[in-house]
């Protein structure tokens, strides 16, 4: 006869088993474990302080929904509030299903949410602009990755956020340190230092500690909707080779991409506090900026003049 697991924490029967710890969860006790856990880095990192109001940015996939989801259950036992953006970047037949999600989600939980898109913004959709690119090289999710950054710094200042929360799971920190190292660009690995205490406008990762698999389950066992549909340009860096690579090697050695994550952000806290930034006014835009004129100003001037 097959023998059930018992849950660690209540007499159900167990549905999840967290491999690199030994722990053995009903989903109930699994959720539970997830919204305390994201309780903790909240707190460990002083990401979000009393009164605060949080925007919470989703794009419709499963890890920004159940950051809504979480961050909506820890508003209502912590003082501060949340409000909901999403960004369109105007990729036909992507965006669409996101956003009926995402709008529906919001209204069953009760969070406002606002729709900030390339095209009202920058003039033109991400797919006007990768266009323009003939045969440069700059890959698409590098010239996404820059408006989306404006667009959600737009965003938080138009719905008047003090600290934009984004879904980030641990694995994506790891995959983008890797990204970062083979490119032998030290200072962004400088930049992934999750401590915000010296940042203006806080970006935060509350779930910087939690593997991406634990994000499906929970998204699952609470029924979270969300879009199976990926971004047609998801595949076009090394990035999935890179997560791949990263899963293959959790499941023969459990809880190595928990050690790789804590030095992880030894190394960036240490390379943060060697590279200071200088910060000057974009000459064309007056965004803040570390050069002559701003990335987004950049790239739209440089695809424009081709
Ligand atoms: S996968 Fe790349 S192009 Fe697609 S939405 Fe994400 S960053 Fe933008
Ligand atoms: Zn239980
Ligand atoms: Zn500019």
Not at 263 to 285: F, G, N, P, V, Y
């Amino acid at each position: 006869m097959k023998n059930f697991m018992k849950c660690d924490r209540c007499d159900n029967l167990a549905a999840y088993s967290r491999k690199y710890s030994g722990e053995n969860f009903c989903s109930s006790c699994f959720s539970n474990s997830i919204i305390q856990k994201t309780t903790r880095t909240i707190s460990k990192y002083n990401m979000i302080k009393r009164g605060d109001i949080v925007g919470v940015a989703v794009s419709g996939g499963k890890d920004s929904l159940s950051l809504l989801h979480v961050l909506k259950k820890i508003s209502l036992a912590h003082d501060f509030k949340i409000k909901a953006i999403t960004i369109d970047e105007g990729i036909p037949g992507y965006r669409d299903e996101a956003l009926r999600i995402v709008n529906e989600f919001c209204s069953s939980i009760d969070v406002e949410h606002k729709v900030y898109s390339y095209k009202g913004l920058f003039g033109t959709t991400l797919t006007e602009n990768l266009d323009l690119r003939g045969d440069e090289k700059i890959s698409s999710c590098s010239i996404c990755g820059i408006l989306r950054r404006r667009a959600m710094d737009y965003g938080s200042d138009n719905l008047g956020v003090d600290v934009i929360a984004t879904g980030h799971n641990l694995d994506d920190t790891l995959q983008t340190f890797i990204i970062n190292l083979l490119a032998g660009d030290t200072k962004k690995i400088g930049w992934m230092d999750p401590d915000t205490s010296s940042n203006d406008t806080r970006k935060i990762k509350p779930f910087c500690e939690i593997y991406e698999n634990e994000l499906v389950f929970y998204a699952f066992s609470n029924n979270i909707p969300f879009q199976s549909e990926e971004c047609p340009h998801m595949n076009e860096g090394i990035r999935t080779e890179i997560r791949n690579f990263l899963n293959s090697l959790e499941k023969s050695h459990s809880g190595i991409k928990n050690n790789m994550y804590k030095s992880i952000t030894k190394i960036s806290s240490i390379l943060r506090d060697q590279d200071q930034m200088e910060w000057k006014i974009c000459a064309s835009c007056g965004s803040k900026c570390t050069g002559e004129i701003c990335s987004v100003c950049n790239t739209l001037s440089n695809l424009r003049s081709k």
